[in-house]
């Protein structure tokens, strides 16, 4: 089983920054990927960033030159700074961890999310 532990959502003012974190830990023998998913009320779940264990970076066309993704893989970790936030950013923000275990198969798993609200 996997765990993931997110932090760092709240209520900010618009153009303000917010810094979302995420720890993973359990039964991780190899991370592949991790990333950063988020919910508005009434809309599917959609990818905000996402990181590989090889660095490379993948970023919504919405988040693109605002939000930054960073991770230490080796270390379950991975966070998203989030600058210049709009009220279209408001949303349920989920942690993602694409991984396995010693002898498994790979997997996604979800943290249980964290609100962030941008007021106008």
């Known amino acids: 089983q996997v765990q993931l532990v997110e932090s760092g959502g709240g209520l900010v003012q618009a153009g303000g920054s917010l810094r979302l974190s995420c720890a993973a830990s359990g039964n991780i023998f190899s991370i592949n990927a991790m990333g950063w998913y988020r919910q508005a009320v009434g809309k599917q779940r959609e990818l905000v960033a996402a990181?590989?264990?090889?660095?490379?970076?993948n970023y919504a066309d919405s988040a693109k030159g605002r939000f930054t993704i960073s991770g230490d893989l080796a270390k379950n970790t991975v966070s998203l700074q989030m600058n210049s936030l709009k009220p279209e950013d408001t949303a349920v923000y989920y942690c993602k961890v694409y991984s396995r275990a010693l002898l498994g198969t790979w997997n996604d798993y979800w943290g249980q999310g964290t609100q962030v609200t941008v007021s106008s």
């Open positions: 990181i590989t264990s090889g660095g490379r970076t």
